[in-house]
């Protein structure tokens, strides 16, 4: 893998791990109180 | 970290990496609360109330307003973060966060588009207001793109030959384009010779063409040098050598 090629992978791997994080947060934010 | 964009640019150290993809990753959760609030809203029929002395007709859905909030000034934050760290880091770094507004306004427009052709209830009609907001969206994501790619094809056509040796790696199609317009362009009038046409010959570049051999040498020899990989002097003798090379 060439360098710039590995950076935008690790740039990709952390937009991934952002939108995981915000579909966690959202799911934590509108679950109807228990 | 490896996580080089410039020739010999030392490694920014680890912790501004960390920060830069931290910004990244808020960025881009950001743009998801965002996502899923506005869906969350649309899904009651696109607008909704909370707070405030009145009574309201449509309540917002659980939560919602929370994660819009929270998707506008996080993403902010983390693009505010991204962007300074990645400055520190290299053009790459930087370059890559304006993926996030196509990313934005590209996701945005789906949800228009998705709930402008399926509207909630049982209206079995289009709802045309949405599906105009789609497609201003989706200009908006798009468009810059295709500018790009059309000024980066442009670049394509403009012959390189003659072009300022650059030390560092080979320019990108965009800095390319940079380079070709920041020439003199050549005046026009009626002594305008046809193979004048490229602003880079007209800035004079090609007229005694080097040989690129001896320039490709020279920029090594002086990468090396830069590096510690030859001293002073070994430098020193090592470019006379090369200019004094046969068949120059």
């Keep these: 893998v060439s360098r710039g090629r590995g950076f935008l992978l690790v740039v990709a791997a952390a937009a991934i791990a952002g939108i995981a994080a915000g579909a966690w947060v959202f799911g934590l934010l509108t679950a109807p109180a228990a | 970290v490896g996580l080089q964009s410039q020739g010999t640019r030392p490694s920014p150290p680890f912790t501004t990496v960390a920060l830069y993809l931290l910004g990244v990753a808020l960025v881009a959760a950001g743009i998801t609360l965002l996502f899923l609030g506005m869906r969350a ?49 290299g053009e790459r770094a930087t370059g890559v966060l304006f993926l996030a507004w196509p990313a ?78 920041s020439a ?36 090594r020899l002086a990468t090396l040098h830069r590096e510690g990989a030859l001293t002073d002097d070994e430098y020193a003798r090592a470019k006379v050598q090369l200019l004094e090379r046969p068949g120059r």
């Design chain 2, 41 to 89: 809203v649309m899904d009651i029929g696109g607008y909704c109330a909370e707070g405030g002395p009145y009574v309201i007709a449509t309540p917002c859905p659980e939560g919602a307003p929370v994660a819009t909030l929270l998707g506008i000034f996080g993403g902010l934050a983390g693009f505010f973060l991204a962007f300074w760290k990645g400055a520190e880091i």
């Design chain 2, 104 to 181: 934005l306004f590209g996701a945005l427009g789906f949800n228009f588009f998705q709930y402008g052709f399926d509207p909630p209830g049982d209206d079995p009609g289009w709802a045309w207001g949405w599906i105009v907001c789609g497609v201003v969206f989706w200009a908006m994501a798009f468009g810059p793109i295709l500018l790009w790619w059309w000024s980066a094809a442009t670049a394509r056509r403009i012959p390189r030959r003659g072009a300022i040796p650059s030390p560092g790696p080979a320019p990108t199609r965009l800095e390319a384009t940079w380079v070709a317009r």
């Design chain 2, 184 to 219: 003199p362009r050549p005046r026009p009038g009626p002594a305008a010779d046809p193979s004048a046409a490229f602003p880079l010959e007209m800035a004079g570049l090609d007229a005694a063409p080097p040989a690129p051999d001896l320039v490709d040498d020279l920029e």
